[in-house]
């Protein structure tokens, strides 16, 4: 089935983002064989077609973001030599 888009493509988007992103982040569109263009109307189509974003956005709770400073400070930070231990102390 082939998809013919009879919509004149006639908006400019305009955005900042850090150039180490997007650098990354257009290795992985063209493995994928995209465009930025394609990305960014695939990804604009799926907001529409959604009504929303395609995707869920939660902001952290109290105790994420407790646990976040906790191991940004590196404290309470469990490490393990071996997976075994790892899996010992989950109880696996």
């Known amino acids: 089935m082939i998809y013919i888009d009879s919509m004149a493509k ?3 988007i305009n955005a900042r983002v850090e150039s ?3 650098k990354e982040v257009e290795k992985i569109f ?3 064989g995209l465009s930025a263009t394609e990305a960014i109307t695939l990804f604009y189509k799926q907001v529409d077609l959604n009504k929303g974003l395609p995707f869920e956005v939660k902001i952290p ?3 994420t973001i407790d646990t976040f400073k906790k191991t940004d400070s590196n404290k309470e930070v469990k490490t ?3 997976k ?3 899996y010992k102390e989950l109880g696996i």
């Open 30 to 32: 063209n493995k994928l």
């Open 80 to 82: 393990f030599q071996k």
């Open 84 to 86: 075994e231990d790892l």
């Open 10 to 12: 006639d908006a400019i």
């Open 61 to 63: 709770n109290k105790i």
């Open 20 to 22: 180490k992103l997007k």
